[in-house]
């Protein structure tokens, strides 16, 4: 048995010093003993780790290349992912996978225990399946088996170019599946996960309501009933007017009335919905997957915290389009972007636990529902999805509490992470991963190759 000692740590019921932690040989924590002799590996501050609930993971590779002015006379998510279009139909197998394996690394440096990958990159270059259907889903496990990290795959179901069921364009046919075509696909991903440790899950995605009709989101909602289903909701005005149009309904209010989302469902964005959209959504119990970072580099607009938190909604945080991949960053940005819209500040905070306390707990509570994994506390019987943080530097020492978290998101940078586990293994030491040096060497190698080509 694996045995860990912190100071201090964030259990189940609250925070507790002098903890020692057993880690059985399955990855689970197998004992929680508060006020125990040091003991095994000693750590300043133990937390539960977060699954990252939302990831492209090949666009890392582009990030800082959408920032110039473009030909048309206002940049926007629709002009950026005209050059997100362009950039992948360079990418190679071979690229996906040394990526992956660099964003993933990037995850678990950051204190993410777990990749939830929404995965629409199937196809080769215009759109022709490769030998193996499932050739680029067996490519982000094996940047994972390299990686160390816990992976949730989501396939993606990609069939139109929008709702009036036009074809998918030039820059899309990578992503094409006819359901039937999606079916063999998910069977081929999660047969591409065997090779992986147990805690390996897969998952549905239908893209959103403009790429899937309503009857392939029907299926979609009947091929793994029991596993996590994602979809893109309510991110963009023009996406809002273009279902209003198609439908006669605005996203949510359309979603609601055909279907019965549940505490399966992460629904990603969520930008633009009314005051009563909101509450009725969160009154569901689907998750609200959010990208704080990626939604406020594209422009996409500001969710509705308040409304949301007021009516019981659930929040995971995800990395979208990696453009910078940074656990805590994701947190604050968040509070910051409601703190602006509502002119007020610890917007998320209540009488009893602080704001930083409040969104951690509620990223590791949404993460463990989005990645169909038992994770998000430390308690026995859990995963040992862990993460550790050094409390010997300026922004973390003499904290207790509460404070410890609101000090690391609000006041903390990148480096405070030491140590990382997921599900018992023990990826990131003294700050750096495990195969750090290596896998930054073939990252290098592949943009290199990959600019010449661009």
Not at 48 to 68: D, K, T, Y
Not at 145 to 163: D, E, M, N
Not at 267 to 276: K, P
Not at 371 to 395: F, Q, W
Request: charged share 20%.
């Amino acid at each position: 048995m694996t045995v860990l000692w912190a100071e201090r740590a964030l259990l189940s019921n609250g925070w507790a010093e002098n903890v020692r932690i057993g880690l059985d040989g399955t990855g689970r924590i197998a004992a929680i003993t508060p006020g125990a002799v040091p003991e095994g590996q000693r750590l300043d501050l133990l937390l539960p780790a977060v699954a990252n609930v939302h990831s492209h993971i090949f666009q890392r590779a582009m990030a800082g290349l959408s920032e110039a002015r473009g030909p048309q006379p206002r940049d926007t998510f629709w002009t950026w992912r005209q050059i997100m279009y362009r950039f992948l139909d360079h990418l190679t197998p071979d690229d996906v996978e040394v990526i992956a394996a660099l964003v993933q690394m990037e995850m678990l440096e950051a204190g993410y225990a777990t990749n939830v990958e929404f995965h629409y990159l199937h196809h080769q270059p215009g759109g022709t399946p490769y030998t193996n259907p499932a050739e680029m889903s067996e490519r982000i496990a094996a940047a994972a088996a390299r990686s160390g990290i816990g992976l949730t795959l989501l396939p993606v179901h990609y069939q139109f170019g929008g709702c009036d069921h036009r074809p998918l364009g030039p820059g899309q046919q990578r992503f094409g599946t006819t359901p039937e075509a999606f079916v063999l696909l998910l069977d081929g991903a999660e047969v591409a996960l065997k090779g992986l440790p147990p805690d390996a899950g897969i998952g549905v995605a239908p893209h959103s309501l403009r790429a899937v009709s309503p009857e392939a989101l029907e299926l979609c909602t009947k091929l793994r009933p029991d596993r996590p289903l994602h979809l893109h909701l309510a991110e963009q005005l023009p996406e809002v007017e273009e279902v209003q149009a198609a439908y006669g309904r605005r996203p949510v209010e359309w979603l609601l009335e055909h279907f019965t989302p549940d505490q399966c469902w992460t629904l990603i964005h969520l930008t633009h919905m009314t005051e009563d959209e909101t509450r009725a959504l969160a009154a569901t119990g689907a998750l609200a997957g959010l990208c704080p970072i990626t939604e406020s580099s594209l422009g996409d607009g500001i969710f509705h915290g308040v409304t949301w938190q007021q009516a019981g909604g659930r929040i995971g945080f995800g990395s979208d389009s990696n453009i910078r991949i940074s656990l805590f960053e994701e947190l604050r940005t968040l509070e910051y972007s409601q703190r602006l819209r509502e002119h007020a500040r610890a917007i998320y905070a209540t009488p009893d636990r602080s704001t930083g306390r409040v969104l951690y707990e509620a990223a590791l509570t949404g993460g463990a529902t989005a990645a169909g994994r038992d994770t998000g506390a430390i308690a026995e019987g859990m995963y040992a999805d862990l993460c550790a943080i050094s409390c010997r530097n300026p922004v973390m020492v003499g904290r207790e509490g509460d404070a410890l978290l609101d000090s690391l998101i609000f006041a903390g940078g990148d480096g405070l992470v030491s140590d990382v586990w997921s599900a018992g293994r023990h990826v990131v030491q003294g700050g750096r991963h495990m195969d750090h040096d290596r896998i930054v060497s073939d990252y290098l190698a592949c943009i290199g190759k990959l600019q010449e080509r661009l």
